[in-house]
């Protein structure tokens, strides 16, 4: 026994799969990070193209997470219906469609509902990429392949910001056109791929993919249209309310109530022998629940300030895309190497210390960035708090993702995959669309206050245009829009001056906002596990 035992372990050595399979993996998560991280770099294209406010584009990327979190669940067990290979290909395909018609894109509208094709792709990749990684690798080059499949995304969201921050000052679209190139390039080479398996047996439980992509789709889009509806009672933009009630905060609690009974539905189809959309018992346990919790928390803050940050640089300074990738990559980097490196910190820290230690950096991060942010985004303390905040950033989403691995067993490792990608995808919607409603709710507040009492507008111009719901405008955007209301030069100066206050005044007290939200999230994560990985 123990030769044939030597003999394995030196085989386990010596005998390597080829990496190809794992670029063509690689390459498919890259392909959908690269699409989100080019969406915040392009706002300001978007906008001139589109004529339409930066909120616009941030629904893009609500779409496109809500595409992917609502559909992840039934994208695994197609995944393993019908082949990984094959399912695979197919849904690089379908990516490949939605690019094309983002590129080509006339209006708003259709480049809406290109992300929201695009969502629908990444849900049949997420899981499908794990599943690949299952079918060629094994033992130690498994693990390195997962580490890999991990670092791609953060590898391609610094390459977007780079690439698509510089083809963006020449036209938006040429950054989603070399998706268009990537993903025929991935079709080409996932021919390397090994065949899969179709498992026919495998049933789809088609009640539990309506209960939980309504109860998803129903809260980001409850969530997505707080700004506009309103949150308590319904605005004069509302399609609808009910016995004033926004529809806002209509849907959100229909969403949460459908969303528990896709739980007890889950359970009851589990006890009675069938086989569930998602295994509950990844989330078993207070400290699943701690996890997930968590995830949420820093994936919906990140998309805070990857919204944030572009809107701040684009549309209140002005300046390109290009602007934007310089601001935005100490951050994109720092977060790259910390995911990779905290792993190392696993053998002295418990996990629970090391995400209250983290959350707190981001508190720290976030609330010096309150304080300092001014018009130059370049300047030396502005650049050390998104330092600071992606310090904490890498390390939660590493963590966190680890807690919930090694508080399942093996065979549920699909159903963590997919509960990783609900819970991340759907944090991505809320946290972008929460951060587009404070902002301009923010800038809402500050303007009427300004405006009320101000000598210098006239009060007929008052009248005719609503300061308070501007949303957020370039001084040229402003100049153009009073000047066809005939506004006297001292009333654009005053106005300008007001909106200039008011647009940084917003954005430094959403930043005070996000610091509190990761100080509390500290106290959740004492139920995260408390024991030190062994040596």
């Not at 950033?393 to 990608?421: C, E, H, I, Y």
């Not at 000047?483 to 005070?512: D, H």
């Not at 139920?527 to 062994?534: M, N, T, V």
């Given at each position: ?8 372990e030196v ?7 080829s990496?190809v399979?794992?670029?063509?993996i ?6 959908m990070s690269?699409?989100v ?26 779409l496109?997470?809500l ?10 067990r ?36 290109a ?13 499908t990429?794990?599943?690949l ?9 498994q693990?390195e ?5 991990g ?11 780079v ?24 079709l ?16 789809i ?26 949150l ?27 969303g528990?009974?896709f ?19 990844v ?5 699943e629940?701690?996890a ?5 928390v ?5 998309g805070a ?12 300074q ?10 935005m ?22 996990p ?10 981001v508190?720290?991060?976030t609330?010096w960035?309150?304080?300092v942010v001014q018009?130059?985004?370049s ?9 600071v905040i992606?310090?904490?950033?890498g ?6 993702f680890n ?15 997919s509960?990783?990608g609900?819970?991340q ?37 008052k ?12 001084d040229?955007?402003?100049q ?12 654009m100066?005053?106005a300008?001056?007001?909106n200039?206050s008011a ?6 007290t959403?930043?005070l ?23």
């Amino acid at each position: 026994m123990s030769g044939q035992s030597a003999a394995g372990e030196v085989s386990e050595v010596t005998v390597r799969d080829s990496w190809v399979p794992m670029i063509v993996i690689a390459m498919g998560q890259a392909l959908m990070s690269f699409n989100v991280a080019a969406i915040p770099v392009s706002m300001g294209g978007m906008i001139a193209s589109f004529q339409t406010p930066p909120t616009t584009v941030g629904t893009a990327i609500v779409l496109y997470s809500l595409g992917v979190s609502g559909f992840i669940m039934l994208g695994a067990r197609l995944g393993q219906r019908f082949g990984s290979k094959i399912f695979f290909q197919a849904s690089v395909t379908l990516f490949l469609v939605a690019m094309i018609v983002m590129v080509s894109s006339p209006t708003a509208e259709i480049m809406l509902a290109a992300q929201a094709m695009a969502g629908m792709a990444g849900a049949a990749l997420v899981p499908t990429l794990v599943v690949l990684i299952a079918d060629h690798y094994r033992g130690a080059q498994q693990a390195e392949a997962v580490g890999w499949l991990g670092s791609a995304r953060a590898i391609a969201g610094v390459l977007a910001f780079v690439t698509v921050g510089f083809v963006a000052t020449i036209n938006w679209r040429l950054g989603f056109g070399i998706l268009i190139l990537h993903a025929c390039a991935i079709l080409f080479l996932s021919r390397k791929l090994k065949p899969s398996t179709p498992r026919p047996e495998v049933k789809i439980d088609i009640f539990g993919v309506l209960l939980s992509a309504t109860a998803i789709i129903m809260i980001s889009f409850g969530v997505n249209n707080i700004r506009t509806w309103g949150l308590l009672l319904a605005s004069s933009a509302a399609p609808f309310d009910i016995l004033g009630v926004s529809p806002a905060l209509v849907m959100i609690t229909v969403g949460i109530t459908i969303g528990l009974g896709f739980l007890a539905w889950t359970s009851r189809r589990g006890r009675l022998g069938g086989t569930p959309l998602l295994a509950l018992e990844v989330m078993g346990s207070p400290r699943e629940w701690a996890a997930i919790f968590a995830l949420f928390v820093i994936v919906g803050m990140e998309g805070a300030i990857n919204f944030t940050v572009p809107l701040y640089i684009q549309v209140v300074q002005g300046s390109s895309s290009l602007m934007t990738s310089v601001a935005m990559m100490p951050f994109m980097l720092t977060v790259f190497f910390t995911a990779i490196l905290i792993v190392r910190l696993y053998q002295k820290f418990s996990p629970r210390v090391i995400a209250q230690v983290a959350f707190t950096i981001v508190s720290l991060g976030t609330g010096w960035l309150a304080f300092v942010v001014q018009n130059d985004w370049s300047a030396f303390p502005v650049v050390l708090g998104l330092i600071v905040i992606g310090l904490g950033q890498g390390a939660l989403v590493t963590l966190l993702f680890n807690v919930l691995v090694t508080s399942a067993p093996k065979s549920m490792a699909a159903d963590v995959g997919s509960l990783r990608g609900v819970t991340q995808n759907l944090a991505a919607a809320v946290g972008t669309a929460v951060a587009g409603a404070m902002l301009v709710g923010l800038l809402t507040s500050v303007i009427q206050i300004e405006k009320a009492d101000n000598a210098v507008i006239s009060a007929e111009l008052k009248d005719q245009i609503n300061l308070g719901n501007m949303n957020f405008f370039s001084d040229v955007q402003l100049q153009d829009r009073l000047s066809t209301l005939q506004a006297t030069p001292e009333e654009m100066k005053e106005a300008l001056v007001i909106n200039a206050s008011a647009r940084t005044r917003a954005i430094k007290t959403g930043f005070l906002i996000l610091s509190g939200l990761a100080l509390l999230a500290i106290f959740p994560c004492a139920w995260l596990p408390g024991y030190q990985a062994k040596t």
